[in-house]
Nanobody, 117 residues
Framework: DVQLQASGGGLVEAGGSLRLSCAAS????????IGWFRQAPGKEREGVAC????????HYADSVKGRFTISSDNAKNTVYLQMNNLRPEDTAVYYC??????????WGQGTLVTVSS
């Protein structure tokens, strides 16, 4: 079974940092794009960042460029999202997903990030 397990969410003050992890199993990790998405209350789910580790491709939403960094550890089949300088508007449930060329096909469960002002 293809599985994704997200973790690392929590409560942090504005300006703080968190690192999310997405552990993948059941598929060849570096053949897929692994992305982070988020959904804030009352809003649609949006893409945050994606990485295709086989060729080093990364992509970020404009709202997080310069603050968030996506990376992968292929030996651990894990993708990380380092989030710095967090803002209250970053508050959301964050999901990781896998799929070809960063098109999400398989979703993990969400992890809640709350940024207080």
């Amino acid at each position: 079974d293809v599985q994704l397990q997200a973790s690392g969410g929590g409560l942090v003050e504005a300006g703080g940092s968190l690192r999310l992890s997405c552990a993948a199993s059941g598929f060849t990790f570096d053949d897929y794009g692994i992305g982070w998405f988020r959904q804030a209350p009352g809003k649609e789910r949006e893409g945050v960042a994606c990485i295709i580790s086989s060729d080093g491709f990364t992509h970020y939403a404009d709202s997080v460029k310069g603050r968030f960094t996506i990376s992968s550890d292929n030996a651990k089949n894990t993708v990380y999202l380092q989030m710095n300088n967090l803002r209250p508007e970053d508050t959301a449930v964050y999901y990781c997903a896998a799929g070809p060329e960063c098109v999400p096909k398989t979703w993990g469960q969400g992890t809640l990030v709350t940024v207080s002002s």
